[in-house]
């Protein structure tokens, strides 16, 4: 498995994503404890101590808020846009930084044989992106917290081998919900995120596709059987379908 992913956690509670590849080693988003990222690395056979680098998508909680410490203890080099990372540090105590080397968003950055294409999003967060992680001839999608459906994202997931896609809510479960109001618009918003009907019809998509993994549940609108339910019936078996949780990590997924 000379390119293979795990997603350590994912949802409003945390987000952390592995990638390996041609022995570059990458952590995508910093939303777990040292701690629990050291024991979910460990538990998949892997460990914080070979890892290349660490990348930012956006400024939310969920994915920014470890970011501080573990480049401080492990000594990791951030990918962060500059206006995340003044975002980031306005609305949390990330601490101080070492280290860091800013990218643009929409711009690409190499590390080793891998190359990490990064997409603008329309999501609520400041600059935020999601990325395309190229290696050889494979290609991995790391696509949460989209906003909408964007122009060119269903071209950007036809060329993809393996995504990790946002299956964020069920629109009647949002809709009866505990949610205030004003916090259901956002999430069905523009700026918000996609619904699991909105990321299986993305998925028709993806003719390339070996798998994608359902990401960024959320833990009052949804739930994993309800959303591999929908989206087998859309997709009509074709794909091969894994949940990433909030609790635990994924099998690692080889690209």
């Not at 390119?3 to 990458?26: D, K, M, P, W």
Request: aromatic fraction near 8%; glycine fraction near 10%.
């Amino acid at each position: 498995m000379d390119f293979h992913a795990i997603a350590l956690q994912s949802g409003s509670s945390g987000n952390c994503i592995y990638v390996e590849t041609s022995g570059i080693r990458i952590l995508f988003d910093a939303g777990l404890s040292c701690i629990d990222t050291e024991r979910r690395l460990a538990a998949s056979g892997k460990s914080m101590k070979g890892i290349d680098a660490l990348i930012i998508s956006h400024d939310h909680s969920d994915h920014v808020r470890y970011a501080g410490v573990l480049q401080r203890k492990y000594g990791l080099p951030i990918y962060i846009t500059r206006d995340t990372l003044d975002a980031a540090l306005a609305r949390h105590r990330l601490g101080h930084f070492g280290e860091v080397r800013y990218f643009s968003a929409g711009g690409s950055i190499r590390l080793g044989d891998a190359e990490i294409r990064t997409i603008p999003t329309p999501h609520d967060g400041v600059d935020g992106v999601v990325f395309v992680v190229e290696s050889g001839d494979k290609r991995l999608g790391i696509m949460t917290d989209l906003g909408h459906v964007f122009d060119g994202l269903e071209s950007e997931i036809s060329c993809l081998d393996a995504v990790f896609i946002e299956s964020n809510y069920d629109p009647k479960m949002l809709a009866k919900g505990p949610y205030p109001a004003f916090l259901k618009r956002r999430i069905q918003g523009p700026r918000g995120h996609i619904s699991n009907y909105e990321a299986a019809e993305l998925l028709l998509s993806g003719k390339r596709l070996k798998w994608a993994c359902l990401s960024h549940l959320s833990h009052h609108n949804n739930y994993p059987d309800l959303a591999i339910r929908t989206h087998r019936a859309i997709l009509q078996g074709s794909l091969t379908l894994h949940v990433a949780h909030r609790t635990h990590p994924t099998d690692i997924l080889p690209v």
